[in-house]
């Protein structure tokens, strides 16, 4: 099913998108628009000396009451043990469920659990009426995706029932509300193999009484090649999952040229591929959290970018006087900035992309378009509460 979109936010609900132009302050467009500067400053975590950027945008605050025929959505976020609390409190209201990231397994099914104590993200999920999900994940002893590890749990059936028991246990005696299956670099050759293991676990969770989702790369159709894509069964995992979350996110990543981390271009592209194989019922659209800053020119296997926050990369642009772009079809924004290397000599030219309350809300726009389940969001170390009140604006939050 279909929803239509208005292109005007303003108009059907209680907040609207401002975009910062050449001479305006914090006390130009309070007075513009009739509203209190200490909005202004929460919703878009503003700090002294109040500065902005042209070209930013900010969130408004200008609606007088709540709009009582909102579209309910599931809204997701995952996070380590080791996230501040402060920041875990002001996200949980808005969260459906909270997937604490992450467990691992041996090649025998023994479940190992975080490095840090999760117990404290357990109770405050709780407090905060969110289901707090056990995130499970085939890392090796190196830190990262091990398709050997994911070969053999799916196929060894002795390893299979104990890591089902472990986490059975896990759920019925610390509180977890739900298992999340993020395995990546499937090989092509555990394909049906894999969505066995996700209908094993299912059958198992789903008689507790919580759902089992499972997280798919980023395809744009059943034949895509390549270690990220060809292990993953959409159709299949579609059908035995309760539901699906689609990483649309790192097309900009660390270690590539400068681009938007989710261009709303591409992330439509997977969308329109999964609903011919999964029933919108049943996706949640992955919405990435942060920002990458990359020193140029980019050199391929050299140069690495750094991960920043959105509320970071405005201050960059910010504090180097630079105004902030807009790209019109990754429909994402972005800026250059220069910046003395090291030994403060030589200047850099830096490009900078991250997510603003203008990307935000296009990619709810398609959750809308499309009635989606919802949106699970990777990951909510750093706070950036515009987007969330603008979630909470557009949407009514289920929670479970």
Known sequence: ?????????????????????EGDTVDSIAAAYDIPVSTILYNNQISSPYSLAVGQSLLLST????????????????????????????????????????????????????????????????????APILTLTPFGPDGHFNNNLISHIVRDLEARRRLKDAIVTQITERGFEGLDIDFEYILAEDKEAFVDFVAYMQESISALGYPVSVALAPKTSDTQTGLLYAGKDYAGLGAVADYVLLMTYEWGYTYGPPMAVAPLNKVREVVEYALTVIPAEKIHLG??????????????????????????????????????LFDDIALSPYFFYEKADENGEEAIQHEVWFEDVRSINEKLNLIEQYGLRGFGCWQIMRLFRASWLLTADRFRITKP
């Open 63 to 130: 609606g007088e009451g709540a709009v009582a025929d909102k579209r309910s959505i599931y809204t997701g976020g995952y996070a380590y043990p080791f996230i501040d609390r402060e920041v875990l409190t002001q996200t949980l209201p808005y969260l459906s469920y909270l997937y604490i990231f992450s467990y691992g397994f041996t090649m025998e099914g023994e479940l190992i659990p975080p490095a840090l104590d999760d117990t404290f993200m357990i109770t405050l999920a709780k407090e905060y009426n969110t």
């Open 287 to 324: 919405i990435p959290n942060y920002g990458y800053d990359w020193k140029l020119p980019f050199v391929r296997g050299e140069s690495a970018a750094t991960v920043i926050g959105n509320v970071q990369a405005v201050q960059i642009a910010i504090d180097n006087g630079v105004p902030i």
């Open 1 to 21: 099913m279909t929803h239509t979109i208005n292109k005007y936010l303003k108009s059907w609900c209680n907040m609207t998108i401002y975009t910062v132009k």
